[in-house]
């Protein structure tokens, strides 16, 4: 099925995977964010080129951390169908008889241990290349290490398709045993959670003086819907394990059966009386 809403990127290892179209969004939101937090000594153009190479590294640096839970999929015996990458992570399409909640919840801490193990390498370079030249580079690394840190606490919250909603998602599975049941509860709790997220972010920046703030969460909520609504709609193409056919009988050919000699049966007729009999 072809999907208006995302961009085929490539294959990896029998992987397709794609873009979804809210990473326009991210492209805008980030530039802007970072170009404004230098000083007007700094030429608009150099502003906006290290705005749009923050956009850019952030996203090499989510498609890297996709490719990696690939990988582990990959060596756990998950056979994945397609990865939809989202500006919070990506959203895995797994086959389904090759996966349990188990190897679900091994992924999904495993994400959020990426996010935090990204975080600490952008504030480490920050703090290392960041004084040197704290115009050109320090406020993109200083930025990134904020962006990822805050994706490692939205991750948390049990809103699938987020790590924490397919921690959440595994547990209904178990619970359920139904992947489809599953799939749909937690994707309402996502997609309520990204409209909560996305009123909440309106709010702070009509009403409050944080417009960068009220700018990201919005966002972030509305690519939360997006991936939520995007999770859920994949439901028709899960195809459930099927439990194993017992064993059947293999069909007894030329087989002798020797039945049992059968028994005399002695029929014992009355006799006759005399005035029955004929003269």
């Not at 995977?17 to 937090?37: A, D, G, K």
């Not at 962006?147 to 599975?173: D, K, M, N, Q």
């Not at 193409?237 to 028994?263: D, F, K």
Request: aromatic content about 12%.
């Amino acid at each position: 099925m072809k999907l208006l809403n995302t961009v085929k990127m490539g294959t990896i290892r029998k992987t397709r995977c794609r873009v979804h179209y809210t990473w326009l969004l991210v492209i805008l939101l980030i530039p802007w964010t970072v170009s404004t937090h230098y000083s007007t000594e700094t030429s608009l153009v150099t502003r906006v080129l290290l705005g749009l190479a923050t956009a850019f590294l952030f996203f090499i640096t989510v498609c890297l951390r996709e490719i990696i839970l690939l990988l582990l999929a990959v060596y756990k015996g998950i056979a994945i169908k397609t990865v939809t990458i989202f500006a919070f992570g990506g959203l895995i399409q797994p086959d389904y008889e090759t996966t349990s909640p188990s190897r679900q919840i091994l992924l999904a801490v495993s994400g959020m241990l990426l996010n935090l193990i990204i975080t600490g390498i952008f504030y480490f370079a920050h703090l290392v290349f960041g004084n040197d030249s704290p115009d050109t580079i320090g406020i993109p690394l200083n930025w990134l290490a904020f962006f990822y840190f805050t994706l490692s606490l939205v991750h948390i919250i049990p809103a699938y398709p987020l790590e924490g909603g397919r921690i959440f998602r595994s547990i209904l599975w178990i619970a359920t045993n139904n992947i489809k049941r599953a799939t749909r509860i937690a994707g309402f709790t996502g997609w309520a959670a990204g409209f909560l997220i996305m009123a909440g972010g309106i709010l702070l920046a009509v009403f409050t003086s944080e417009l960068f703030a009220g700018l990201f969460f919005a966002g972030l909520g509305l690519i939360l819907q997006n991936a939520a609504t995007h999770g859920i709609r994949h439901i028709k193409q899960i195809t459930e394990p099927t439990p194993p056919e017992p064993p059947s009988t293999p069909p007894v050919e030329n087989e002798r059966v020797i039945l049992p000699p059968e028994e005399e049966i002695l029929v014992q007729f009355p006799e006759k009386s005399p005035s029955q009999e004929y003269h």
